[in-house]
C-alpha cells in the first residue's frame, strides 16, 4: 500500500530553489509526524526537517536552516520541502517519512532520528550543480 508519494525533485544550479511535495494518505497524515530525509551516495540517512502534523511546530537539521522550510497543507494531506539558496553538498535522494497516529501535543517536536519513522515514501532525486 502507497502511503507516501514524494514530488518535485530535479535538477538546478547553485543558489536556486526546488519545492518538493509529499502527498499523504488521510490516515498517514493524521495527527503525528513527518519529515524529510536525504541521502546521498555512500552516505547515511539523514534527516532534513520535521513537522507535528497537529500543531504545525517544526525542527531542521544545522545544514539547511535559514534555507530550507516545512510546511503542511491540512486539506490536502501534504506536507511540502521549500528548498531555497541549494548547495551542491544538498545533492542526495529525498525521502518524506511518517509516522501517525501516536500520542503528542500539538507542540511536540518531532524528531529527526530516521528509526522513530515507520512509513516512509519512495524518494525524489535533487541534483544541485555549481
Known amino acids: 500500500q502507497v502511503q507516501l508519494v514524494e514530488s518535485g525533485g530535479g535538477s538546478v544550479q547553485a543558489g536556486g530553489s526546488l519545492r518538493l511535495s509529499c502527498a499523504a494518505s488521510?490516515?498517514?497524515?493524521?495527527?503525528?509526524?513527518m519529515g524529510w530525509f536525504r541521502q546521498a551516495p555512500g552516505k547515511e540517512r539523514e534527516g532534513v526537517a520535521t513537522?507535528?502534523?497537529?500543531?504545525?511546530?517544526?525542527d531542521y537539521s544545522d545544514s539547511v536552516k535559514g534555507r530550507f522550510t516545512i510546511s503542511r497543507d491540512n486539506a490536502k494531506d501534504t506536507v511540502y520541502l521549500q528548498m531555497n539558496l541549494l548547495k551542491p553538498e544538498d545533492t542526495a535522494m529525498y525521502y518524506c517519512?511518517?509516522?501517525?497516529?501516536?500520542?503528542?501535543?500539538?507542540?511536540?517536536?518531532?524528531?529527526?532520528?530516521?528509526?522513530?519513522?515507520?512509513?516512509w515514501g519512495q524518494g525524489t532525486q535533487v541534483t544541485v550543480s555549481s
Open positions: 517519512a511518517a509516522r501517525p497516529r501516536i500520542g503528542i501535543t500539538g507542540t511536540y517536536i518531532c524528531p529527526t532520528e530516521k528509526y522513530f519513522y515507520n512509513t
Open positions: 488521510a490516515y498517514t497524515y493524521s495527527s503525528g509526524c
Open positions: 513537522i507535528n502534523t497537529g500543531g504545525g511546530i517544526t
